[in-house]
């Protein structure tokens, strides 16, 4: 009796019953508000007032405002959670257990609202408005009736079909081929063979446009420097100016080929990873059972990594439904190969026609939704079946 007495005695206090400290709480509210009072008045100084910072030389410039972006944002993030941290320790214990873990998800809530929702609710409005946005077109659903009345348009989303049809799957085959080839390799030549076809990831879509446009170069004349061009001649054939040639739609396969060649990979990896989390049991049992490698792989590896191959097809799937960079800087459009994303562009930039690139934007939303809505179900699907 007399040690539970003892035990109850010196028991830390209930978390839960624990007073408010309005000293906390005090401290905590102001400097949550200086903070980012702080913050946000430091980026905007850094966004619209750059010579503030200015060194004199350009290439420091950009470097001291970068440090400074760095610490603005990495420190002020770090000090603002610790302040939001000692503003809800001071709240009575049940109210400060209750709102802890919305004080810490709450930001990151904010910052989506405002980066991403808050400027799509606000492109939707746009997209009923005339060019320059001030007033609302009329009638309210003009901007979509010339979007989808244009024969541009209709061009475009036949070409952004093509490359849904043609991008998407081309990477995961190609992907999948190099994943198994290199499983059979020896670990040193798998390794450096990865590397190699993993390289191009590292390289921006303008990079990489840049490195094929010397590819496609077509000069008149003898002298070629593209690498097209003179193994056609080298071969006999006629030099031509590959991003020109409409017919077939060859200028955008040869446009596709680009982002393949960026995408295979992203897709070896993660099929290879897959390929590799195969139980190694039903293997050597399908072999012992007199199966050949080619059933085994078609009957038993293929089945099991579905999962992987559907993941990897939907994420280049959304990635070249929103495809703008490459056609940017190869063709800008021209010769029949435009997509929505430089549609929108152009009709923004190009043509100041507000109202009209927001639909552009809009209907681009709706088309990638339902893909965007079945990538979440079957990530969902996949991990309550771990």
């Known amino acids: 009796m007399s ?15 624990s007073p408010a400290d309005p000293k906390k709480i005090l401290i905590g509210a102001v400097s949550m508000i200086v903070v980012g009072w702080f913050v946000g008045n430091g980026f905007l100084a850094l966004a619209y007032y750059p010579q503030w910072f200015a060194m004199g030389v350009p290439v420091l410039d950009k470097i001291v405002q970068a440090l400074l972006a760095m610490v603005l944002g990495i420190g002020g993030a770090f000090l603002f959670f610790y302040c939001m941290n000692v503003f809800v320790e001071g709240l009575p214990g049940r109210i400060g257990q209750f709102l802890m873990p919305y004080a810490w998800i709450l930001p990151g809530y904010f910052t989506i609202g405002l980066l991403l929702l808050y400027p799509t609710i606000q492109t939707v409005n746009y997209s009923f408005a005339n060019k320059d946005s ?3 077109a009329s009638p309210w659903y003009q901007n979509y009736a010339d979007v989808l009345g244009s024969q541009e348009f209709l061009r475009t989303i036949g070409n952004n079909v093509l490359w849904l049809l043609i991008v998407p799957a081309t990477t995961v085959v190609i992907g999948l081929l190099v994943a198994v080839l290199a499983d059979r390799l020896a670990p040193k030549g798998e390794a450096v063979s990865k590397a190699l076809i993993f390289m191009p990831m590292a390289i921006s879509f303008v990079g990489a446009s840049t490195i094929w446009g010397f590819i496609y170069d077509y000069k008149s004349g003898d002298t070629q420097i593209g690498l097209l061009n003179a193994i056609v001649k080298s071969l006999g054939g006629e030099p031509q100016s590959w991003l020109t040639i409409d017919k077939w739609a060859l200028n955008s396969l040869l446009l596709m080929v680009i982002v393949v060649w960026l995408q295979v990979g992203y897709a070896m990896v993660l099929l290879s990873t897959a390929i590799k989390n195969v139980p190694d049991e039903t293997l050597e049992a399908a072999r012992i059972d007199g199966a050949s490698e080619f059933k085994i792989f078609f009957l038993i590896i293929l089945p099991q990594m579905l999962g992987t191959i559907i993941t990897v097809f939907v994420t280049v799937f959304i990635m070249v439904m929103k495809i703008f960079d490459i056609v940017y800087v190869m063709t800008n459009g021209n010769f029949k190969t435009n997509v929505i994303a430089n549609l929108f562009f152009q009709e923004l930039f190009v ?7 927001s639909a552009i934007v809009v209907i681009l939303l709706i088309a990638v939704l339902p893909v965007l809505i079945f990538q979440v179900r079957h990530f969902r699907r996949e991990e309550a079946e771990r």
């Open 3 to 17: 040690v539970a007495v003892e035990s109850a005695a010196v028991a830390p206090p209930d978390k839960a019953q």
């Open 351 to 357: 043509q100041r026609n507000a109202g009209k690139a």
């Open 134 to 136: 001030t007033a609302y």
